[in-house]
C-alpha cells in the first residue's frame, strides 16, 4: 500500500481507528506482533577474543606459526634423537622468541580495534527519546522504541519523528528532512492524498523516521516502524556491501605468499643439497643442515613484518586522531593515501546546514551580507557605490517582526530555534541590530496570520505611534502579484517598470542558488487592523525588498578542495538538492571551474544502464536530486574505474555509499549513528579539512612504510645470501671452524630481525614527508609497494650486504678464530650493516639528501639496538643462548664502521651519477 495516496478516512478504517481514541492496549499488541519492534536490527559487535584471534589468519603470521612449529620440532630432535641439548636449547628459544613476536602483533591490533570501538560508542546518544501517543482517548509519554504501527503520534516544533507516519492533522507543520532527502530547508506537510507517484522529498503528507519538526504541529498515523521504515531500508541496503581490502592489504597479502612460496623452496632445496653436500646420511649431518635450513627458514621471512606495520599505522591513526580524525580500523590510514576520488554530500558537508541571507535587496538598493551559519556578527554594505544613506528599515522591521524564530547566545554558543529560513531572517536582523524583542517594547502585536501553504506568506499586525500597520514575508510571486507599487529611496513607485525591475532582482537571486523571499507592507485603519479578514489584509501591498537565502558552503572547504586538487584527487558532490543549488555551491567551492558545468540530475542517472553510467562517471563533478541507491551506484562505476573512493557523509541516506567505498568518512557531530557505524574514518570535527589533512597523513604513512619495507627487505635477503653462501661455499673445515657451519645461528637472524632490523624500523613511521606529498598523484593500487626500482635496489643493497657478511665470517674463521667468534663477527657485519643502511633507507633518494637528526627517535632507536647487539656479544647468558662470544677492540671497531662503506659509497655514485636502481 502506498500510504501517501491514500485518504485519511481509509486510512482509519483500514487500521480500525477513531482519531479521538487511538489504539486499544489489546490493538497495541497485536500490531506489535504482527508488525515487529520500533527499533533497527544492531550488528553484534565481535567478540574480544574474535577480535583478538583475528590476526592469526594473517597469512604471515601462519608462515610464522609454522617456523614455531618447525623450531618445536627441532628442540623435540634435538633432546631425544640426537641428545645435543645445546641445539634444543637453542631451538627451544627460538620458538618462544617468534611465539612472542605473534603475540606482541595480536594485541597491537587488538588494542587498536578495541580503543576505536570504545571511542565511536561514546560518540552514540545514550538516552532514549519519548514521544507523544493518543492511546485509549487519552495522551500518553512512550519510549520511541514501543511506538507501533497504528499508532497515533502528536508533535510540535523540536520533536523527533520517530517512525514513518501519514500526517492526519497538520497546523502548519514543517519538517527538516535532511538526513534524507539531504535539502536543509524545512518542507511544509499536508493532510491531503496525493494521487500521482512521487518520490520520498514530494511526499508532502507523510513524516519519515529521523525528521525534527521544525515548526507547528500535527498528528500522524504511525504507517512504518523499525526495519520497514525509510531509514530501516537505508539501514538494510549496508548488509549487502561487502568490505573491501586496503591497497597495502592487498600488496601485502601478494608479497606475503611470494615470501611463502620462496621460504617453502628455499628450506626444502637447502635441506636436499645440504645432505647431497654432507656426503652421507648421518645424524650429525642431518642435525646441521637442519639448523641451516630453519635459520632460512627465518631469515627468509620479515618476521617483524606484522608488528611494524601494525606500530607505524597506529602511529598514523594516533597522528589523524590529535587532527580530529577517528579511524576505526588501520587499514584506513593507509587507504586513505591512495584516495583518487572524494564523493560527498553537500548539506552538513561541504555546507553548514544553517540557511544564511547572503544578499537582500531593499529600497531600491542592493547589499551584501558577511557572515555566514547562525553567527549573528557580519558587515551589511551596498553592492554598489551610492549617495543617500543606508536605510532599509521598513524590510528588516518586517523580516523580524513576522517571524517565529529566536536566536540567542548560550555559553558563548549560538543556539537557533524554529524554521531554518526563518532563523536566517532573525539573524540578519541581529546583523542590523534589528530585534523583535527590542521592537516590541515599543510597539504592540496586534494580530499575526500564519503561514500556510496556500496562500504562501504570513502577516502580522502591529500598532506602532498610534498607526497599524501590516508586515508580510513571502513567496515573491504571489506578493508581487497582490503588491500596488515598490518602495524606492523612500517613495512608493506604482509603475510596471518597478515590479519588473523588482522581479528582475528575484530571477537574479534564483540564478545564484538564492532561495527568495519577498518582504511586504501597508498601513492599516484601525477597523481593517482588529476585525479585518486574511483576504481583506493581505492586498495592495507595498513591496520593501527581497532576500536571498543559502545554506553556505563552509568556510575552510573551499581550500581543502583547492588543496585536494592540487593533490590530483577529485572531489565529487553527490546530493539530494536541486541541480541549480548543487552547481552554484559546486562552483563556489571550486569543484567545478565554469557556472554552467554538467550536472547530472538522479532522474537522468535512473535511466542509465551500469554501462552508460561507466563510459560518463569520471567526466561529472556533480550529482543532484540522487537517491541512496544513486550514490552507491556511482560509487561502484568508479570503482570500476580501478579508482580509490572515499566517501563522506553524514546523513542516513549517505550510510550505504559509505559503507560501500573503500573508506567512508563520516561527521561525528552532526553524523548519525548509523552513518558512523557505517565509516571507517570519523570527523570529530565535522570539518571537511580534517579529509585533507587524514590524506596527507596516510600518504606519508604510506611513504614510511615503503621505506620500512625497503629496508626490513634489504636486511632479509643480506641473511638469506650470507646463509646460502656459506651452505654453498663453506664445504670444507676452516681453521677451527668446521665445514657446512651456519655463517649466523637461528637465533641471531631472530635477533637482527626482532631487535636490531624492527625497533629502527617502527621509528621509520615517525618520519615526516621527504617530498610534497600533496602535489603528487595518488599511487596506483595496482601498483605494488615494491615498484619503482624498489626490488632493484633491495636486491643490490641485500646482495652487497650478504656477501659482506659471509665475507667477514670466511675472514674470521682464516684467521684461527672458534666457530661462535667467527658467527659473531659475521652477526655483528650484518646488525651495524642494516644500522647504517637505515639511514639510507629513508629516502628514495639518498641518504645525503636527509638530515639524520630530523627523526631523534630514529636515531635513539639506532643507538639502543647498536648497543644491546653489543652487549649480547659479551654477557654470558646471550653467549649459552645465541651462541655468541666476546671480541677484541679492534674486531669490535671494524664490525662497526667497515659496514658503513657499501651504503656511503653506494649512496655516493648514486648521487653523483644519478642511478635509480640503486
Request: charged share 20%; proline share 3%; hydrophobic share 45%.
Amino acid at each position: 500500500m502506498k500510504f501517501y495516496q491514500q485518504t485519511t478516512n481509509n486510512l482509519l478504517e483500514y487500521y480500525d481507528l477513531q482519531i479521538e481514541r487511538g489504539l486499544s492496549r489489546d490493538q497495541v499488541n497485536r500490531n506489535r506482533s504482527a508488525y515487529g519492534e520500533n527499533k533497527l536490527p544492531e550488528e553484534k559487535e565481535e567478540s574480544y577474543l574474535k577480535v583478538f584471534l583475528k590476526s592469526f589468519k594473517e597469512p604471515i603470521v601462519i608462515v610464522l606459526l609454522g617456523a614455531v612449529a618447525l623450531s618445536f620440532f627441532s628442540a623435540i630432535y634435538s633432546f631425544q634423537v640426537v641428545h645435543d641439548s645445546q641445539h634444543g636449547k637453542e631451538a627451544l628459544y627460538e620458538a618462544i622468541a617468534i611465539a612472542i613476536l605473534i603475540l606482541i602483533n595480536a594485541f597491537l591490533g587488538f588494542w587498536q580495534e578495541i580503543s576505536a570501538r570504545k571511542n565511536l560508542n561514546a560518540l552514540k546518544e545514550m538516552n532514549n527519546r519519548f514521544v507523544s501517543v493518543i492511546r485509549e482517548g487519552s495522551i500518553e509519554k512512550i519510549p520511541a522504541n514501543e511506538l507501533v504501527v497504528g499508532d497515533l503520534v502528536k508533535v510540535g516544533a523540536g520533536d523527533f519523528v520517530e517512525a514513518d507516519v501519514r500526517w492526519l492533522e497538520a497546523d502548519e507543520l514543517q519538517l527538516i528532512e535532511a538526513h534524507l532527502t539531504g535539502e536543509a530547508d524545512a518542507i511544509i506537510k499536508i493532510t491531503a492524498a496525493i494521487n500521482e507517484e512521487v518520490e520520498i522529498g514530494d511526499q508532502k503528507n507523510m513524516g519519515f523516521s529521523g525528521s525534527v519538526v521544525s515548526s507547528g504541529q500535527g498528528i500522524g498515523l504511525v504507517v512504518a516502524t523499525g526495519v520497514h521504515t525509510e531509514l530501516g531500508k537505508i539501514s538494510q541496503l549496508m548488509k549487502n556491501v561487502s568490505v573491501k581490502q586496503s591497497p597495502l592489504q592487498e600488496t601485502v597479502k601478494k608479497l606475503t605468499k611470494t615470501l611463502m612460496k620462496i621460504s617453502a623452496g628455499i628450506v626444502v632445496l637447502t635441506f636436499i643439497f645440504g645432505l647431497i653436500s654432507s656426503g652421507e646420511l648421518s645424524v650429525a649431518s642431518v642435525t646441521t643442515v637442519f639448523s641451516t635450513s630453519i635459520a632460512l627458514a627465518v631469515a627468509s621471512i620479515p618476521d617483524a613484518l606484522p608488528v611494524v606495520l601494525s606500530i607505524v599505522l597506529t602511529i598514523g591513526a594516533v597522528k589523524m586522531s590529535k587532527n580530529k580524525g577517528l579511524i576505526k580500523t588501520l587499514s584506513s590510514v593507509e587507504t586513505l593515501g591512495s584516495t583518487s576520488y572524494i564523493c560527498s554530500d553537500k548539506t552538513g558537508t561541504l555546507t553548514q546546514n544553517e540557511m544564511t541571507v547572503t544578499k537582500f535587496h531593499a529600497n531600491g538598493q542592493s547589499y551584501k551580507v558577511e557572515g555566514l551559519g547562525y553567527h549573528t556578527t557580519g558587515d551589511i554594505a551596498p553592492e554598489t557605490k551610492v549617495t543617500q544613506q543606508k536605510n532599509y528599515d521598513s524590510f528588516m522591521r518586517g523580516i523580524v517582526l513576522c517571524n517565529d524564530s529566536q536566536v540567542r547566545e548560550e555559553n558563548k554558543v549560538t543556539k537557533a530555534f524554529g524554521n531554518p529560513t526563518e532563523i536566517a531572517l532573525t539573524v540578519l536582523g541581529k546583523k542590523a541590530n534589528y530585534d523583535k524583542v527590542n521592537i516590541l517594547r515599543d510597539e504592540q502585536l496586534i494580530r499575526t496570520l500564519p503561514f500556510t501553504s496556500t496562500r504562501k506568506m504570513m502577516s502580522v499586525v502591529v500598532k506602532q505611534d498610534g498607526k497599524y500597520y501590516l508586515y508580510t514575508k513571502g513567496a515573491p510571486d504571489v506578493l508581487i502579484d497582490k503588491c500596488s507599487g515598490v518602495l524606492i529611496e523612500d517613495k512608493v513607485e506604482q509603475t510596471e517598470k518597478a515590479k519588473t525591475d523588482f522581479l528582475a532582482v528575484v530571477d537574479a537571486y534564483a540564478e545564484e542558488a538564492l532561495r527568495t523571499l519577498a518582504v511586504a507592507q501597508r498601513e492599516l485603519s484601525e477597523e481593517q487592523a482588529l476585525s479585518g479578514s486574511t483576504d481583506e489584509l493581505e492586498k495592495d501591498f507595498i513591496l520593501t525588498g527581497v532576500a536571498g537565502i543559502i545554506d553556505p558552503p563552509r568556510q575552510e572547504v573551499k581550500e581543502s578542495v583547492r588543496q585536494l586538487h592540487e593533490a590530483n584527487i577529485n572531489v565529487v558532490m553527490i546530493t539530494g538538492d536541486h541541480e541549480k543549488t548543487a552547481r552554484a555551491i559546486a562552483y563556489d567551492l571550486g569543484i567545478v571551474d565554469s557556472k554552467n558545468a554538467k550536472v547530472l540530475k538522479g532522474i537522468d542517472l535512473e535511466k542509465m544502464s551500469n554501462e552508460e553510467l561507466f563510459e560518463i562517471v569520471t567526466k561529472v563533478r556533480v550529482y543532484a536530486r540522487v537517491t541512496p541507491e544513486h550514490k552507491q551506484r556511482i560509487v561502484k562505476q568508479l570503482q570500476a574505474h580501478e579508482q580509490v573512493v572515499a566517501m563522506t557523509g553524514d546523513g542516513v541516506n549517505d550510510a550505504p555509499a559509505l559503507r560501500a567505498a573503500d573508506i567512508g568518512v563520516a561527521m561525528g557531530i552532526t553524523g548519525t549513528e548509523v552513518t558512523k557505524d557505517s565509516a571507517d574514518l570519523i570527523l570529530l570535527d565535522d570539518k571537511f579539512t580534517t579529509i585533507e589533512k587524514s590524506v596527507y597523513s596516510g600518504r606519508t604513512i604510506y611513504a614510511n612504510i615503503k621505506n620500512f619495507m625497503r629496508h626490513e627487505l634489504t636486511t632479509n635477503v643480506a641473511e638469506v645470501l650470507a646463509l646460502i653462501l656459506g651452505l654453498l661455499l663453506f664445504r670444507k673445515t676452516v681453521g677451527n671452524v668446521a665445514a657446512m657451519t651456519p655463517t649466523l645461528t637461528a637465533l641471531m637472524v631472530l635477533w637482527v630481525n626482532m631487535v636490531s632490523d624492527a625497533i629502527p624500523s617502527f621509528t621509520l613511521g615517525y618520519d615526516v614527508a621527504e617530498t610534497d606529498l600533496m602535489k603528487e598523484k595518488p599511487r596506483d593500487p595496482r601498483q605494488s609497494i615494491l615498484a619503482n626500482y624498489t626490488w632493484s635496489r633491495v636486491l643490490i643493497r641485500g646482495g652487497i650486504m650478504g656477501a659482506m657478511v659471509y665475507l667477514s665470517f670466511l675472514l674470521a674463521a682464516r684467521s684461527g678464530m672458534e666457530t661462535s667468534e667467527a658467527q659473531t663477527v659475521a652477526f655483528l657485519t650484518l646488525v651495524y650493516g642494516q644500522l647504517w643502511h637505515v639511514f639510507d633507507a629513508r629516502s628514495s633518494r639518498t641518504l645525503f639528501r636527509r638530515n639524520p637528526f630530523e627523526n631523534k627517535r630514529l636515531v635513539v632507536a639506532v643507538l639502543f639496538a647498536g648497543l644491546a647487539s653489543f652487549l649480547v656479544t659479551i654477557l654470558p647468558f646471550f653467549n649459552n643462548i645465541m651462541g655468541t662470544a666476546q671480541l677484541t677492540l679492534p674486531i669490535y671497531l671494524l664490525v662497526l664502521f667497515i659496514p658503513a662503506l657499501p651504503t656511503l659509497i653506494l649512496s655516493g655514485i648514486k648521487e653523483i651519477f644519478k642511478i635509480k636502481i640503486w
